[in-house]
T-cell receptor
């Protein structure tokens, strides 16, 4: 039982490049979310999903896309990276009816 | 809109001192959950506690205790006899459970430094 896994752990991009941050969980959780953590701002919700095929926007969705084709995976796509997207990204999952969220180890992204 | 305020940006204490981390929240929901997470220097988020809005009983877990006061919209966290290993950033968070989604609103965190 690996819990919530995220790849890569570190990534450096140039402005304008695109990439996908991977997130997977093996706990059969219905809910999955993406957060970004910036210094002095805590964690902010980017997108979330309540099940396969269903996604919705969080507080800071601009510049990011998500899809949820399976229960296990919830990738986050940066379409055209910008320096403002330099951050640490956390994926989380939780079970319906249980508000405890399990967090992945994070991906540290730098956009030059 | 929901909001969580952690007014203490940084706190420094000497080992064995008690320390309280403050958390004040705003929500229009009558049913909600409050959380505390610890983020040690290694960066992962460690779940500490979840409390629902109907349970105002204080909770103690070892050296950790939590004081939930609905009347003042506060959910404060106290570490008794602090240790160097308690050095971390601590986040308070509020869950929106309207609809079917579970989404967390985080405070900006309090960095706790415990020195010898």
């Amino acid at each position: 039982n690996a819990g919530v896994t995220q790849t890569p752990k570190f990534q450096v991009l140039k402005t304008g490049q695109s990439m996908t941050l991977q997130c997977a969980q093996d706990m059969n959780h219905e809910y999955m979310s993406w957060y970004r953590q910036d210094p002095g701002m805590g964690l902010r919700l980017i997108h979330y999903s309540v099940g396969a095929g269903i996604t919705d926007q969080g507080e800071v969705p601009n510049g990011y896309n998500v899809s949820r084709s399976t229960t296990e995976d919830f990738p986050l796509r940066l379409l055209s990276a910008a320096p403002s997207q330099t951050s640490v990204y956390f994926c989380a999952s939780s079970q319906r009816g249980n508000n405890e969220q399990f967090f992945g180890p994070g991906t540290r992204l730098t956009v030059l | 809109a929901q909001k969580v305020t952690q007014a203490q940006t940084e706190i420094s204490v000497v080992e064995k001192e008690d320390v309280t981390l403050d958390c004040v929240y705003e929500t229009r929901d009558t049913t909600y959950y409050l959380f505390w997470y610890k983020q040690p220097p290694s960066g992962e988020l460690v779940f500490l506690i979840r409390r629902n809005s109907f349970d105002e009983q204080n909770e103690i877990s070892g050296r950790y205790s939590w004081n939930f006061q609905k009347s003042t919209s506060s959910f404060n966290f106290t570490i008794t006899a602090s240790q160097v290993v308690d050095s971390a950033v601590y986040f308070c968070a509020l869950s929106d459970i309207t609809g079917t989604a579970s989404k967390l609103t985080f405070g900006t965190g309090t960095r706790l430094q415990v020195t010898l």
